[in-house]
């Protein structure tokens, strides 16, 4: 898969996402959506990560229900992460709570609840102006010496330590945000506010950051 659309759907809103899914396709928009393109036998989360790490963008299709998702969370972290345009389309009339409410804070809604159709079109020319940007701006397409550079800066064993801190907060795509946030971080104190950003409850940055501030002495 490359450059294509992700829909990012809680459970429970399944069949609005594969309707988007389906409009934004028949509009010419390629898409990944997980209950298809996840195949047999593969990896189930290794998939939503290399799915968003070449998107072009996502489509989160939220409700009510979306603020209970955890793997909502996930996914828009990784967005983050790989600098993916998220485009909110509200399937009904909720607003987000939490830290999904902290995620979306500035989004651009587009409101299907009304007129779904209209909804799709305004969904498919946003999609146009939002996402019409190179793969390379992409922190995986760094030159090599700017990664050797990083390298120099943070060693491997404040990485591995660094995610595994990581990991007791956001799971398993702990690993993957480490590698990226240690591609953009100035110094060792930035890596790790970077990835303290990445947790969603404010006690749980703190405990992160005296964690690996006590690894790193």
Known sequence: MSDRIFISFATADR??????????ERGGLACWI???????????????????ESAK???????ARTNE??????????????KV?????????SLPRGALH??????????????????IAKLVAAIGTTADRPLLQKSAAQPLAARDDVKSRISEQ??????AALTVYIGPIAPVLARKEAAGATSLDDFHDRLSRRIHLSEDRSAFLARVKQNSR
Not at 15 to 24: D, K, P, Q, T
């Open 15 to 24: 069949s609005r996402a594969g309707a988007a899914c389906a409009a934004l």
């Open 34 to 52: 997980s209950y298809r393109d996840v195949q047999a036998g593969q990896n189930y989360q290794g998939a939503i990560v290399e799915a968003l």
């Open 57 to 63: 963008a996502m489509v989160l299709v939220f409700s």
């Open 69 to 82: 998702s955890e793997e909502v969370a996930k996914e828009l972290s990784l967005a983050s992460a790989f």
């Open 85 to 93: 345009p998220v485009i909110p389309l509200r399937v009904q009339k």
């Open 102 to 119: 902290y995620e979306l804070a500035t989004r651009q809604w587009i409101d299907g609840f009304d007129d779904w159709d209209a909804a």
């Open 158 to 163: 404040a990485i591995e330590s660094a995610q």
